[in-house]
């Protein structure tokens, strides 16, 4: 069983589709255009926010937090508002956990010395928003989650602005169902956030972030730490990002990477493109694609460069002036002794650029 199969059963077993949405998803699988299956899927739950992002501008570093707000209220278009409430935490929290079906969330620093909790609840019942959630702090984690966990995932939406008073925590737990993240000014030692329908955004923060969706992407922008992200139909895109690593999969998404410090680079795609550009340091790329195009711009990066390019179509710049190939596999460097930075660029059906 493939992993598109596996992660359609999963969902269903956790209640996060219908047996309908299973059955139409798995059907579309075994077509003949089942390569499609996955756009299918990203407009039965919602439209992504991705193409909000897109709007702001083709860089990352363009996005407009504000502007992602408010068209997410698309998610309560069928609700009203029925509940707005304000708490504060005067406890001492190190770890957050929050953990509501349809949920958006944003985090951000306050010049105040407590944790301040913003809920909006939109519901059908207007009378059923003041009992819709609990929220408390347990040895030192504040916890988020539905009062009845056997409430409908479609009778709400939940909007939260969790702000935070210190500069770093420790550990921060997202999952939701349709639903953002969004993180700026505050550090975390490992932010997770598993979510079906949704965008990761995270900015101006020291953190180690692990991201799951089905439809959603991920963008990093002015982050230090490790990134990995796992998605089905969305992108990665890394602005100003320092650390030891990146490891993404997706099946229909690309990777825009633009002015990284990151010892590896690990990417894989199915459907999808990737572009690197304005390389500061590293030491390892290893990038596959299938239908997608890989373009890496070296221009600026001056250390030795090792590259292995497997692609019926490759463009190689002058700068790569030792070359060979066998079966295909073409082997060029920059300069002679021990690379610096190794790439390794593979598409069984796209082209390759190295520059």
């Known amino acids: 069983m493939n992993e598109e199969k596996k992660l359609i059963l999963k969902m269903l077993q956790e209640g996060k589709i219908s047996v309908d949405e299973a059955e139409n998803l798995l059907n579309a699988l075994g077509n003949e255009k089942g390569d499609n299956f996955i756009n299918q899927f990203a407009n039965k739950l919602s439209a992504s926010i991705e193409k909000v992002i897109s709007k702001a501008g083709e860089f990352v570093g363009n ?183 990146l490891k993404g999969e997706c099946t229909n998404g690309r990777l825009k990477a633009d002015s990284i410090n990151l010892d590896q680079v690990i990417f894989n795609t199915q459907n999808g493109i990737v572009n690197i550009e304005n390389i500061k340091d590293a030491s390892e790329f290893d990038i596959q694609t299938g239908t997608g195009s890989i373009k890496i711009d070296t221009t600026g990066f001056d250390k030795v460069i090792n590259a292995s390019v497997d692609s019926n179509s490759c463009t190689i710049s002058e700068k790569f002036k030792n070359r060979s190939e066998n079966n295909g596999i073409y082997e060029v460097s920059n300069n002679s002794g021990e690379a610096d930075l190794v790439i390794k660029a593979k598409s069984s059906q796209g082209s390759v650029s190295i520059k």
């Open 63 to 245: 996005i407009d937090f504000d502007e992602i707000i408010d068209n997410s209220k698309k998610f309560a278009a069928n609700f009203s508002l029925s509940f707005e409430d304000e708490k504060e935490f005067e406890q001492d929290v190190e770890d957050i956990e929050i953990d509501i079906p349809n949920a958006d969330v944003k985090v951000e620093k306050t010049q105040k010395n407590k944790i301040i909790l913003n809920e909006k609840i939109y519901i059908k019942d207007k009378f059923a928003g003041s009992n819709l959630l609990e929220s408390k702090v347990e040895d030192g984690k504040l916890i988020i989650k539905l009062k009845d966990e056997e409430t409908s995932k479609d009778d709400f939406n939940v909007k939260l602005k969790i702000s935070l008073p210190k500069n770093s925590y420790n550990d921060f737990s997202f999952e939701t169902v349709n639903g953002y993240f969004m993180l700026k000014d505050v550090d975390f030692n490992n932010i997770n956030v598993n979510t079906v329908n949704g965008e990761v955004v995270v900015e101006n923060t020291t953190s180690n972030i692990k991201t799951e969706s089905v439809n959603g992407g991920m963008v990093a922008k002015n982050v230090n730490g490790n990134i990995e992200s796992k998605t089905v139909n969305g992108s990665i895109k890394l602005f100003s990002v320092v650390g030891g690593y």
